[in-house]
């Protein structure tokens, strides 16, 4: 019996107060001296520092992209040790939003991975654009800020550099505010990726048409 009242009144307390989770990750926010807008603002800066990285350049049609690291690789020993000291900003950027160091260590190995790997020539490179240390340590920092901090959204490291463009824009004007407006603007590349595919699959109709008319017209069969 003593369980059930334990948990009517855990209960009780959270209906009371449905705001209590946002409270504890405020507190936990104030224990590392952060607010929720830096700690979004260093994670943009993080995801900038990532897709300059590993993703500057995405494979067409797959999540797979090539960035700075896969260029540095290219240059023997130098590069892939260039590389590394680069991607330990990433580590730098994590530590600051209270990362543990035990959660970051999965990152850190794969770090040390791909510059050992990237040595061999041609095929360090190639390998690069699958072995992406900063991606990961751009995952593993979200999912702490997730549990941590309940931050939840994803524009500002899905889309960083818009994200920080239209973020300036709204400080300027009222006119970028507008929920649409700003929607828009952050799905930019989806609607330009939707146009150039409508244009590919048109053309591709187009091709084909002539064609078979084209065959209809030397066989009799059209």
Known sequence: MDKFKKLSKSKARKRANPNASNVDYHAKLAEHGLTRAQVIATERKLAKFANTMDSLVRVPFTKQGMGADAALSTIPLAGDLAGLALTSYAFILGRQLGVPAHKMTPAVRLALIDMVVGIVPGIGTLLDIFIRPSRKT????????????????????????????????????????????????????DILGLVVLIFVVWGLWTVMSWLVAMFGKTTGFG
Not at 143 to 166: A, C, K, N, V
């Open 138 to 189: 751009l995952g593993i920092v979200h999912e702490h800020l997730h549990h941590e901090y309940g931050i939840t959204e994803t524009m500002h490291m899905d889309r960083p550099f818009l994200h920080q463009s239209l973020e300036d824009k709204q400080q300027q004007s009222r006119f970028w505010r507008n929920p649409i407006i700003a929607w828009l603007y952050l799905h930019i590349p």
